[in-house]
Structures are given as C-alpha cells and as structure tokens.
C-alpha cells in the first residue's frame, strides 16, 4: 500500500529522486529506479549542470548536478539499478506568504533533509534565480538549459570586484570581450574604459564609442614617467649602477630648474629648491637640461676614465630622443605641462559620448611596451585614488600573461606591481580590473585570484584548466569538467557577476561589432593569385611607415595650446559643451601665478596650467587654437646642444603669442 501512494505522488509532482545524503555544500540524490524512470529519464532527468530544486519548509533549495552516475549497474536485462547525481548546493528561493519563490539568496540556510524529493527547477525558477533586478543587470547571452531564460550580469559585482576572460586561441576571447563590453556601455553611456589593446583589434568593435590612441596620435611625455619607468627606457640594464646614479640625482634638479624658469626666479635653483620634487614627481623637465646637467657633471671629473657612463647615458638620450618611433614620449614641440590634458583624454574626464578609449600598442618600440603599459597602469590606480572614487575606472587588460607573468623572471616588474595594486587594492577607489589571456597557467596566480567573476571558454591544456579550477572558490566548480568540450561562443560563467555558476551561450555580435580577430580563411584566399607589383608596394608603403609614423599634429598642437592658454576669438565665443549627466562637477583650475597645487602621490607642488582639458572631438575653436600652435613652432626656443631649424616668415603674433614666446625664450640654464 505504502508503496502505490509512493508512485502516486512521484507522478504527481513530476520529482526525479530523494535526498540520500547532505554534506557540506554537497548532496547525493538516489534517482528514480530504473524500472519506471529509464523511458522518462531521457526527457525529464537531470542532465550535467542541470539546476535542480529542494523543497523545503522556508525556501526552495537550489542545486547544480556535478556527476552522474550507476554505482549498481544490472547484469541482466530487466534487474533494477542504482541511479544517483551529485549536486552541489549553490543557493535558495526565499518563499513569499503564499508559497510562491520572492528573491533568490546565494548560500543556503535551510539545509534539505533526508528524504526531501528533488526536481528540475521550472522555468519561472530559473528566472527568478538568473535574472535578478533589471537595473542592475545586463544580457550576455542565454543559459544552456533553457534558451529562453536570458544569462545577465550584475555590472556592480563583476566590474567592482574584478574579471577575467579565459580561453584558447580561437574560442571567442576578443569577441566575448566586446560583447560584454558593449553591453555594459549600452547601459551605461556616462561610463569610463580603459582598453590595451596589443594587437590593434578593438576599433571596429566600438566605432561609435570609442576614443582610439595610437602611436600617432598619442601623447604621453617622459616626465610622466616614475624613475624605475624613465630607467628602463634610458639606461635598459639595471646593473648599470652609475648611469642610474646619475639620473637619480639629476632629474630633481632638472625639474627644478624647470619649476623656476617658469615662475621667473632664474635659471639656476638654490640650493634647497630641488627638494621639493623627487625622481617619481610627475611634473615637467626638460631633456636637454637633462643633458646639460650631465654635461656640467662631466666636465667637473678629474678622472677621465670615469666619462664612459656619462658619455654611453648622454648618447643613449640624444639617440632616443631623435628616434621617430618615440615620438609620443620625446617629440613634443616644447615641454609643457599637459597632465590634465593628457588624463581627460585618457580617462574620458568629461565622456563627451566615448565612454571608452583604446590604446593600440602595436607600432610602440618593443622594448618599451611593457613601459608605457605600467604608466597607463599606475594612472589608472592614481586617478581613482585622487579622485576619491568619484570616477571609477574599469581597465582591461588584453594578453595580460605579457604584463603579469607567472615567472618572477619575466616581465617589467613596476608594470607588474601597477597592475597587482589595482587587483588588491583597486576595488576601494573604484578601479576596477578585467583580464584577458588564452594562457592561465603563465599568469601570476594572485592577479587571477583576485578576479571574483570568471568566463571559461575551452580550454583543452590541463595545467590552464588546474589554474582556473584553483582560481575558482565555488559550489559550481564541478561545471569546469565542461571546459575541453565547450562549443563556439559557450562559456562557464562563475563568481559574484553572475546569480549562480552556469553554462551560459553569448549572443552574437552584430558585424559592425565584430572585432578584427578572425581566423584567415586559407582556403578561400589560396584559390587565386595575388602577384601584381601594385599589391606589393602596398604592402612595402605600410610596413614602412609603420616604422616612421608621423603623429596627429593638429591634435597635438591643439592640446599643447589649450596647456598653454592661447585663447583666441573663437575660443572666447564657444560656449562650452554641457557635461554629460552623471559626471562630477570638475572646479575651474586656478589661475596662472597662483599658489601650485600638490602633484598627486608625493604632496610637492606643481605648476598647474588654467585649461580645460581637450577632448578628441574637437571642441569650439580647435582650428583656432591649432592655427596659433602651428604658428608657435617657430618661435620655440631651441634645447641646448640642438641644431636650429630656420623659421618660416610670418605676419606679426597676437600679444597672447609674444607673451608665449617671452616664456619660452627666457634663459634656462
């Protein structure tokens, strides 16, 4: 009798076992038997990843199927078996006063008890667990048991408490980047996104939002480098003890010196003026007064045997300094002090609807990359320091084995601890960090550690899929035994972006969206001849001027003049654009001659200029302003030790010009 009211309810309630076992986070059911359940089983059993449903007395108990597996198989056709499915416990559907589920909870606090039935969670379940509120959420894609139910993001845990991005060459790394990218901006068009780009590929992906700098038009001037940064592009070795010695004491006084030509006390400092500014201050110097301090150095040695550091540093300066390919660091017109300038474009300080920048680094001098890759860094954590987390910034971090490696051996270590600080310290003033490799086992394993959201694309190498198991603290890990046979554009999505560890399928790009990483079609290419000289030259015309780009003058020239206050009619006219909604309110900089500010991170006193910082849009007045910079060129005073170039005639500058030129003509040194 008891045994028929069993079967009445199992077909009433549309259950699939019993609970059998609770450990931990862990449960065992016995399925169905075999006798009554096969037939069924293969449309209403629970399949791997499968979320199942506990009842109990307060809460619906949510759990993933990790194994399945026949520990009693039959020897006879028609012998019972012992079904059973391992399920880890990941969460709980609080019930509202009528019974029905009100609001999904990670963890569990009502534990199921033994012999509580379990089932395959409804479709309204799967809502309510992966769905959370709309507002704070956004769509990536869909869950693999049930099409229908969208998979969304919460954007507040995955950007607050980091991500990463992991999968082989080929999966959909880049496009899964954009597409989660893109669908925070559509969200969030006031947002503010930093993107290394090593392979020039996302431009495309974000055509109507994005701000792209190249080597061409970028600018980003040694004085912003730290000390260990300025080192490694001057001096290369770190062994070479004195070249470093040199630099570590003349670069105070070359900034120094440079503080003082501007407020008008002279050329020469006294004594106790460069103690204000140490080697990592980012405030402007010259690289010539670089060069003639070394050459005050040299010439007050007794010992001449002693000129070799003196002599292979100075060269290695001029050298780089003339080198086309470090135009963005060493090839402005005339040193100027551009930070501001320089952070607005970067970081999208006002938005002005380019929610996101993309810094291309391919054309950067190899042995530089990881330099200019550790300043945007360290910016980035700077920025959101001082700005007291009123802007946060979200950087990611493409190819990241090549900035962070697991090898204590490889990479540039400030580039290292640039990023690691964001990963450990980031979340307190809004940085935010996304990593993207296809290798995470050669990554540093506390940068990976530290990102609480991760997408597993396939993986098929044992120790990358080791890492991520380890990396991965979750009821859910269970679903990385997934990894090697996940399809095209699937992912195991796990952490506190997402309601619940799933196996989630990404919605497809738009081909206006896609990035350029497409695998190259061999055998549509190979089927005709491409051998015409025309093609060729085309070829050798590019990888030329790869070599020898000649930058974006007119953007540098008008940035250089809004640094430097040249106004002109136009400028006076514009009204200025309005601040997009949601952005800080920035304070009109103080006046020139007035008290300097503290430059951030060492609380010494700056030179700040009255500007507003450009865009790359350009502003009301652009023109102008390039116009009278463009003029200015002429006019620059010449660095020491450096040939003149004669100045092309002009009709007599405006009085804002000659007051420039006074500036710039005054003694130095």
């Known amino acids: 009798m008891n045994s028929h009211n069993d079967d009445q309810r199992r077909t009433a309630d549309t259950s699939i076992g019993r609970i059998v076992s609770v450990n931990g986070s862990k449960a065992i059911v016995l399925l169905d038997g075999a006798s009554d359940a096969r037939a069924r089983s293969l449309k209403d059993g629970p399949d791997m990843g499968t979320l199942i449903a506990i009842e109990t007395s307060s809460a619906l108990v949510l759990a ?17 078996e012992v079904w059973i499915a391992e399920i880890g416990l990941v969460g709980e559907l609080v019930k509202a006063l009528d019974g029905k589920p009100l609001k999904f909870n990670r963890g569990v606090t009502n534990y199921p008890a033994l ?86 590929e996302y431009a495309t992906a974000f055509t109507e939002w994005a701000e792209v700098v190249s080597p061409r038009n970028m600018h980003l001037p040694y004085w912003l480098l730290t000390f260990e940064e300025i080192v490694e592009v001057l001096v290369g070795d770190g ?72 002599r292979n540093l100075k060269h290695r300066i001029e050298t780089v300094s003339k080198d086309i390919r470090y135009s963005f660091m060493f090839g402005s017109l005339t040193v100027y002090d551009s930070m501001t300038q320089i952070l607005s474009r970067i970081f999208r300080v006002p938005v002005n609807n380019k929610p996101i920048t993309i810094l291309e680094l391919t054309g950067i001098p190899s042995e530089i990359v990881n330099v200019v890759v550790s300043v ?36 540039f270590e400030p580039c290292k601890r640039a990023i690691a600080k964001i990963a450990k310290e980031g979340r307190k003033y809004g940085a935010s960090l996304c990593i993207v490799t296809q290798r995470p086992a050669e990554i540093d394993p506390t940068i990976l550690s530290q990102c609480n959201t991760v997408f597993a694309l396939r993986m098929s190498n044992d120790r990358d899929q080791e890492i991520v198991t380890s990396a991965v603290a979750d009821t859910g890990a269970g679903l990385l035994e997934f990894l ?3 399809g095209q554009r699937e992912a195991i999505a796990f952490g506190d972006g997402m309601a619940l560890p799933v196996r989630i399928k990404f919605d497809e790009l738009p081909p206006h969206a896609l990035p350029r990483s497409s695998t190259a079609r061999f ?69 020139r001659g007035s008290a ?74």
């Open 523 to 591: 055998s549509e290419r190979w089927q005709k001849s491409l051998g015409d000289d025309g093609f060729l030259e085309q070829i050798v015309e590019r990888w030329r001027l790869s070599g020898t780009a000649t930058g974006d003058n007119s953007y540098n020239m008008a940035l250089m003049a809004d640094a430097l206050s040249i106004n002109s009619a136009a400028d006076t006219n514009a009204s200025p654009a309005p601040a997009p909604q949601g952005e800080p309110r920035r304070e009109t900089p103080p006046a």
């Open 376 to 411: 945007l860094c360290r910016l980035t954590f700077d920025f959101a320091l001082w700005s007291e987390g009123q802007v946060p910034v979200t950087l990611v971090c493409e190819e990241a084995h090549r900035y962070v490696p697991a090898n204590s051996a490889l990479g």
């Open 64 to 80: 993933i199927v990790s194994a399945l597996s026949v520990p009693v198989p039959s020897q006879r056709e028609g012998d019972g």
């Open 596 to 669: 300097g500010t503290s430059a951030p991170g060492n609380g010494h006193p700056t030179s700040r200029k009255d500007a507003m910082p450009p865009t790359h849009t350009p502003p009301a007045g652009h023109s102008a302003r390039s116009a009278s910079a463009a003029s200015m060129m002429g006019d620059r005073v010449n660095a020491p030790g450096m040939s003149s170039a004669p100045s092309r005639a002009s009709s007599e500058p405006p009085s804002s010009l000659r007051t420039l030129r006074e500036r710039l003509t005054r003694p130095h040194g």
């Open 239 to 310: 062994e070479r003890k004195t070249e470093t010695d040199v630099l570590q004491d003349l670069i105070p006084v070359a900034k120094a010196r440079y503080a003082n030509s501007r407020s008008g006390e002279g050329a020469k400092p006294r004594r106790a003026d460069h103690s204000r500014y140490t080697v990592d201050t980012p405030v402007p110097y010259r690289i010539s007064e670089l060069v003639a301090l070394i050459d005050e150095r040299m010439g007050r040695l007794e010992n001449k045997r002693d000129l070799t550091p003196y």
């Open 484 to 486: 090697p046979s996940l």
């Open 115 to 200: 012999g509580d039935r379990a089932r395959v969670a409804s479709k309204s379940e799967l809502q309510c667990a992966f769905c959370g509120e709309a507002g704070e959420t956004v769509r990536v894609g869909c869950i693999r048991q049930d099409s229908s139910i969208p998979a969304m993001v919460r954007v507040d845990e995955l950007l607050g408490k980091h991500f990463a991005i992991l999968g082989t060459t080929g999966t959909g790394k880049s496009c899964t980047t954009a597409l989660i990218l893109r669908s925070i901006l559509e969200k969030h068009p006031a947002a503010h996104i930093v993107l290394l780009d090593p392979h020039n």
